[in-house]
T-cell receptor
Framework: GESVGLHLPTLSVQEGDNSIINCAYS??????FIWYKQESGKGPQFIID?????DKRQGQRVTVLLNKTVKHLSLQIAATQPGDSAVYFC???????????FGGGTRLMVKP | NAGVMQNPRHLVRRRGQEARLRCSPV?????VYWYRQLPEEGLKFMVY????????ESGMPKERFSAEFPKEGPSILRIQQVVRGDSAAYFC????????????FGEGSRLTVL
């Protein structure tokens, strides 16, 4: 079936470095993509989203890149901070209702 | 706090008992979604409801699980005759409409079945 998956389950970075979290999706009909951050014991928090008519979107310290040709999504975090340590999920929607299909998650660990 | 409210945050049940999880969406949101998360895994879609209607329940087991979103009051996810495999975090999310967009998540209800 259609799925969203991530390349790396765990990413360890030094504080102050940039982080890149990758995500592959297989549903070519997906038109909306979103990144969530989930801290331990909490619910997912919105980070940034992008629609399929764009290939890049920037927020505060975060950038999402979308490559529809290879069905790849990435989240870039600039100047990673200890507070960025969490599990990051990408999710996609194919406009069949509003449901999001989540990937398996990447744990980001920030070393001081 | 105008966010999604879930209760209870933690629930312990013995095998065979019933679990009821409640979700109050963001004020003004009429669309509710339930997701299930096992430890160290992603969120799996269970059911999508609008007021008084189930729109998509393709991710919900056919037996023992049911969901409702009445005209008045919170959405309820009910698990009857719980088994150990039902132990998980159950997250509720809401959205304002049908246009594809962000889902607002609650903090989850963590069910432990002894």
């Amino acid at each position: 079936g259609e799925s969203v998956g991530l390349h790396l389950p765990t990413l360890s970075v030094q504080e102050g470095d940039n982080s890149i979290i990758n995500c592959a999706y297989s549903n070519s009909a997906s038109d909306y993509f979103i990144w969530y951050k989930q801290e331990s014991g909490k619910g997912p928090q919105f980070i940034i989203d992008i629609r399929s008519n764009m290939d890049k979107r920037q927020g505060q310290r975060v950038t999402v890149l979308l490559n529809k040709t290879v069905k790849h999504l990435s989240l870039q975090i600039a100047a990673t901070q200890p507070g960025d340590s969490a599990v990051y999920f990408c999710a996609e929607s194919n406009n069949a209702g509003n449901m999001l299909t989540f990937g398996g998650g990447t744990r980001l660990m920030v070393k001081p | 706090n105008a966010g999604v409210m879930q209760n209870p945050r933690h629930l312990v049940r013995r095998r065979g008992q019933e679990a009821r999880l409640r979700c109050s969406p963001v004020k003004g949101h009429s669309h509710v979604y339930w997701y299930r998360q096992l430890p160290e895994e992603g969120l799996k879609f269970m059911v999508y409801l609008q007021k008084e209607n189930i729109i998509d329940e393709s991710g919900m087991p056919k037996e023992r699980f049911s969901a409702e979103f009445p005209k008045e009051g919170p959405s309820i996810l009910r698990i009857q005759q719980v088994v150990r495999g039902d132990s998980a975090a159950y997250f509720c999310a809401s959205s304002p409409g049908t246009r594809t967009g962000e889902l607002f998540f609650g903090e989850g209800s963590r069910l432990t079945v002894l």
